[in-house]
């Protein structure tokens, strides 16, 4: 009898570790970054997501969190997990805001333009790109390059300029508009400049000294 009972009971034990597990088991990891994403949402850049790090040992499915606790500035998080056998286990991770941005495919030196082939995408931390650092390929591609970019790093925006148009000393056509005339003139720029930036330009036939917006290479306007 008691040689029967047994048996029951280590069948029964086999039938109930092969019970399939419930429909809404998930990845924990899914779980998590179900739950750091509503935690940390306001501070999520618009291209950036959440990469949950499980330490070692954790199980890896469950169907709920029971709890959830998370420290916004460093992501590490604690969260006790319900299994499909509504078990409990404590699971600790890391949750790392990352986001995509543009750095350079090479290093480019001072007064070189970025073209499209000079950048490329990477994700990285958010942490390690800083918040002076240029946000998007856009903002990058077109820029002339006032401090050597390395490659692989994320430009400060202070690095670039927009694209020198008129340069100190060169000659330069300045265009006066009054009404419906346009008037030109011969000048020469005391700066440099770039496109829609203001710039003093001596005029070369009464040697003064005005104001005007550097408009294309070579040329400033002065409107009236």
Request: net charge neutral; with cysteine.
């Amino acid at each position: 009898m008691m040689r029967a009972l047994s048996s029951m009971m280590v069948l029964a034990s086999l039938c109930l570790l092969a019970l399939p597990a419930s429909a809404n088991t998930m990845k924990v990891a899914d779980l998590i970054e179900e739950r750091a994403l509503s935690a940390l949402e306001q501070q999520i850049p618009a291209n950036g997501r959440i990469d949950i790090r499980m330490a070692e040992g954790a199980i890896h499915e469950g169907e709920f969190i029971k709890e959830f606790w998370i420290d916004p500035d460093s992501g590490q998080f604690i969260a006790n997990v319900v299994t499909a056998y509504g078990e409990t286990h404590r699971v600790w991770g890391l949750a790392v805001m990352t986001v995509k941005v543009p750095v350079p495919a090479r290093r480019i030196m001072p007064e070189e333009i970025v073209t499209a082939a000079d950048v490329t995408l990477v994700e990285m931390p958010l942490q390690r790109v800083g918040t002076f650092a240029i946000a998007s390929a856009e903002k990058l591609v077109g820029q002339q390059v006032r401090r050597m970019l390395v490659a692989g790093r994320p430009v400060p925006r202070q690095s670039v300029i927009p694209p020198v148009i008129v340069s100190r000393g060169e000659k330069v056509k300045i265009l006066l508009s009054y009404g419906g005339l346009q008037l030109t003139a011969a000048g020469r720029a005391m700066a440099d400049a770039h496109a829609g930036q203001e710039i003093r330009v001596v005029n070369l036939s009464s040697n003064k000294a005005i104001s005007a917006i550097a408009t294309t290479p070579g040329t400033v306007e002065v409107t009236q």
